[in-house]
């Protein structure tokens, strides 16, 4: 694969909920060529809240126009999203949709911690309400430390889930940071809501990694194609890519992702939280840059037809 880049297409600062960050970005398609692009945006305290842009995928750089509040808020003080939640994909389900999401909260031992949720549009994405002021997946003995990143499909009657699950902590002592541990495994539903996680490592870090990012996948000719992210040792995030029969057992093919950072710039530093999508028999990635998407997302269209 091979990807040309068009460009920082979404920038922060267009609302005090989204002073900063236009991180973790999905499409969801509303007609012809206008797409929702959804995010999590950052306030000045640094807590994320979903929202969305209306723009046309063939000029993107136009916007339609913005989410003027937030599709998906921070929870109460205490629950497990109230210092962030930002938006990992949507389901259509029947007249609803519903929206899964990474709810984030501070820890003092470690700093943060994060979980699974839930919101539920009635009014076809309108406003979303949440389903629980608890996650719908917690940790557990297979999960026991985080859970986040879902991205969900509904096949043969079975709700699917690829999601990010944290294994440990590395504690450091001074001024370095702790560095979390964590990979891509997978779970099942019988409706979306009650959820068993598998226990199955989908994508596992290799030895000089510590962290498999937030999973997108689709299915093409029969095959389970997953788009991700990984860092380790001293480099920040790159895209990855891998492919799967099932959707259980994968097969990492990071050498053809065809995309890195630029030699200067908004994405010179990282790439992450690739989101690839085809529309009109064209490829395109939707990808964050240099800290985690503080300066906006960019777009790259697939050269490959």
Same mark, same amino acid.
């Given at each position: 694969?091979?990807?040309?880049?068009?460009?920082?297409?979404?920038?922060?600062? @267009?609302?005090?909920?989204?002073?900063?960050?236009?991180?973790?970005?999905?499409?969801?398609?509303? &007609?012809?060529?206008?797409?929702?692009?959804?995010?999590?945006?950052?306030?000045?305290?640094?807590?994320?809240?979903?929202?969305?842009?209306?723009?046309?995928? @063939?000029?993107?750089?136009?916007?339609?126009?913005?989410?003027?509040?937030?599709?998906?808020? #921070?929870?109460?003080?205490?629950?497990?999203?109230?210092?962030?939640? /930002?938006?990992?994909?949507?389901?259509?389900?029947?007249?609803?949709?519903? /929206?899964?999401?990474?709810?984030?909260?501070?820890?003092?031992?470690?700093?943060?911690?994060?979980? #699974?949720?839930?919101?539920?549009?009635?009014?076809?994405?309108?406003?979303?309400?949440?389903?629980?002021?608890?996650?719908?997946?917690?940790?557990? @003995?297979?999960?026991?430390?985080?859970?986040?990143?879902?991205?969900?499909?509904? @096949?043969?009657?079975?709700?699917?889930?690829?999601?990010?699950?944290?294994?440990?902590?590395?504690?450091?002592?001074?001024?370095?940071?702790?560095?979390?541990?964590?990979?891509?495994?997978?779970?099942?539903?019988?409706?979306?809501?009650?959820?068993?996680?598998?226990?199955?490592?989908?994508?596992?870090?290799?030895?000089? &990694?510590?962290? #498999?990012?937030?999973?997108?996948?689709?299915?093409?000719?029969?095959?389970?194609? /997953?788009?991700?992210?990984?860092?380790?040792?001293?480099?920040?995030?790159?895209?990855?890519?891998?492919?799967?029969?099932?959707?259980?057992?994968?097969?990492?093919?990071?050498?053809?992702?065809?995309?890195?950072?630029?030699?200067?710039?908004?994405?010179?530093?990282?790439?992450?939280?690739?989101?690839?999508?085809?529309?009109?028999?064209?490829?395109?990635?939707?990808?964050?840059?240099?800290?985690?998407?503080?300066?906006?997302?960019?777009?790259?269209?697939?050269?490959?037809?």
């Amino acid at each position: 694969m091979k990807w040309k880049k068009k460009g920082l297409i979404l920038k922060p600062g @267009e609302y005090d909920w989204v002073k900063t960050h236009i991180q973790n970005p999905f499409q969801e398609h509303v &007609e012809k060529d206008i797409f929702k692009i959804h995010f999590a945006g950052r306030d000045k305290n640094n807590y994320a809240r979903g929202g969305c842009a209306l723009l046309d995928i @063939e000029n993107p750089q136009k916007i339609i126009s913005w989410s003027e509040t937030p599709t998906i808020d #921070i929870g109460e003080p205490g629950c497990f999203d109230d210092c962030g939640a /930002m938006p990992s994909c949507i389901v259509n389900n029947g007249d609803k949709k519903y /929206m899964y999401y990474t709810g984030w909260t501070q820890k003092v031992k470690t700093p943060f911690s994060f979980y #699974i949720g839930l919101a539920i549009s009635e009014n076809n994405g309108v406003t979303y309400k949440k389903y629980s002021r608890t996650p719908i997946l917690d940790r557990s @003995e297979k999960d026991p430390f985080m859970t986040a990143s879902p991205f969900v499909i509904k @096949e043969n009657n079975i709700w699917r889930m690829w999601y990010v699950s944290c294994i440990g902590w590395q504690l450091n002592e001074g001024d370095l940071p702790s560095k979390h541990y964590y990979h891509i495994k997978y779970a099942e539903s019988k409706d979306g809501l009650n959820w068993r996680p598998i226990g199955i490592d989908c994508i596992y870090y290799k030895k000089d &990694e510590y962290a #498999i990012a937030r999973p997108i996948i689709f299915k093409e000719n029969d095959l389970y194609k /997953m788009w991700y992210c990984y860092r380790g040792g001293a480099n920040t995030y790159r895209a990855g890519y891998a492919e799967s029969e099932d959707g259980l057992k994968w097969t990492r093919k990071d050498n053809q992702v065809g995309i890195d950072i630029s030699e200067k710039g908004w994405d010179s530093k990282m790439i992450c939280y690739p989101c690839v999508f085809t529309h009109k028999n064209q490829k395109y990635m939707l990808y964050n840059g240099n800290d985690y998407g503080k300066t906006g997302c960019g777009l790259a269209v697939s050269n490959n037809q």
